[in-house]
């Protein structure tokens, strides 16, 4: 019944299992992406921010050497680092500390690219939702979603992609913030999630995120995540029109068609490292092999798309030795898992991405889990 209800929130969630472990991997294979990005779309609510505090956007972009210009069509994907970096210069001009949860306030249908405008003709927000799930490439890949059922709630999980850069807490901050806003607007209600919580430490005044959601709001925690009602689902958007919808979605799917062509690559190597993780001589030369392809090719369609092969190999072991430990996997076992030799060698790649032993981080996320509990 509850999957007839909100089928998916956001992304659609493939598993992988290990043929020999059995171990069920969770990775978003439906938006592996070629290199991070997000639609300038994104940037209007940033923008509109901006503007309730009287500064002049288009001053503002010019003086930190952005062609306002560039930005303008709706259509247009720009890399995560001019995002980050026109949000980092917001920041510093506006001296907000808590410029993401009110940059999200301003979210509007058409922050969201088309995706915002399907969902504004839904029939209610649980297929609302669904459209989100299949089509959230649309305004881009940095922060992805997942849903988990909880009884009569449904918990969505926020994470970033295997090799997504390092970002501030704002990001997330705008997008739970945004999520609230557009619940709201789709709908004309109140609508507020049961629990919010963050993965990092509690600032020294939360008296904005209280009010901003208005819920209990949570630090700390070993992922940030949004809990919502699963009744919410049932109620209905009020500018519903299904003739738009079929419209929006029908243009929705030729974009997305064409975003998965121009990455099709990496797609395609990720799919196959993902299947292959055990297999320490796994390289770029087996992978070519597998697909048919010289391994110039290769590279050098990796490199058109954004990616390189050993940082994506990297990331995506990295990201998932984590994810093992915080599960109380040991050491060996991941070494196995991953395709190390022995452990030692785990051990040491481990330090240099997380900068710590794996023994340190699992004591540390131990922590910090027991420490939040109530």
Same mark, same amino acid.
């Given at each position: 019944?509850?999957?007839? !209800?909100?089928?998916? @929130? ?5 598993m992988? @299992?290990?043929e020999?472990?059995? &171990? ?14 997000v ?32 930005? &303008? ?26 410029? =993401? ?6 979210a509007e ?18 297929? %609302? ?9 649309i ?19 926020? +994470?970033?992609?295997?090799? %997504? ?30 629990q919010? =919580?963050?993965?990092?430490p509690?600032p ?6 209280d ?6 709001v ?12 699963? $009744? ?10 299904? %003739? ?13 068609t064409?975003?998965e ?13 993902? *299947?292959? !993780? ?6 770029? $030369?087996?992978? *070519? ?5 010289s ?5 050098k369609?990796?490199?058109?798309? =954004?990616?390189? +092969? ?8 990295? #990201?998932?030795? #984590? ?15 991953? =395709?190390?030799?022995?452990?030692s060698?785990?051990?040491k790649?481990? $330090?240099?991405? %997380? ?5 340190? +981080? ?13």
């Amino acid at each position: 019944m509850l999957l007839k !209800l909100m089928p998916m @929130i956001f992304d659609v969630v493939k598993m992988t @299992i290990h043929e020999k472990s059995g &171990k069920i991997m969770l990775m978003n294979m439906e938006s592996i992406p070629s290199s991070i990005h997000v639609s300038v779309t994104l940037l209007s609510q940033m923008f509109l921010y901006l503007a309730s505090l009287g500064l002049d956007v288009d001053a503002f972009l010019q003086s930190i050497g952005i062609d306002p210009q560039s930005l &303008k069509s709706p259509d247009v994907h720009i890399p995560v680092e001019t995002y980050l970096f026109i949000q980092e210069e917001a920041i510093k001009r506006t001296r907000d500390e808590y410029f =993401g949860l009110h940059m999200g306030e301003y979210a509007e249908p058409g922050s969201w690219s088309i995706l915002g405008y399907m969902m504004m003709n839904c029939k209610n927000l649980g297929q %609302a939702f669904e459209k989100a799930g299949r089509y959230s490439r649309i305004i881009g890949n940095l922060i992805e979603a997942t849903g988990v059922f909880q009884f009569n709630k449904v918990k969505v999980v926020f +994470f970033t992609p295997p090799h %997504a850069p390092k970002m501030t807490r704002h990001c997330y901050e705008s997008t739970l913030s945004s999520t609230v806003r557009m619940l709201h607007t789709l709908t004309g209600k109140d609508i507020r999630p049961v629990q919010v =919580g963050f993965s990092y430490p509690e600032p020294t005044d939360s008296s904005e995120y209280d009010r901003v959601f208005g819920c209990l709001v949570l630090f700390n925690q070993k992922e940030t995540f949004m809990t919502l009602d699963i $009744k919410i689902a049932k109620i209905p958007v009020l500018l519903s029109n299904p %003739a738009l919808l079929e419209h929006f979605e029908s243009y929705a799917q030729e974009f997305i068609t064409k975003m998965e062509h121009t990455d099709e690559y990496t797609r395609a190597v990720m799919r196959i490292i993902l *299947a292959n !993780l055990d297999d320490e001589k796994l390289s770029i $030369k087996e992978i *070519a092999k597998e697909m048919a392809v010289s391994v110039r090719t290769l590279q050098k369609r990796l490199e058109e798309e =954004g990616v390189v +092969f050993s940082e994506l190999l990297r990331s995506v072991r990295a #990201k998932l030795a #984590k994810q093992y430990l915080t599960e109380n996997y040991t050491v060996e076992q991941i070494t196995y898992l991953l =395709g190390f030799s022995e452990p030692s060698v785990f051990r040491k790649a481990f $330090k240099k991405w %997380a900068g710590m032993t794996p023994r340190e +981080f699992r004591e540390r996320s131990f922590s910090t889990l027991t420490t939040t509990l109530p």
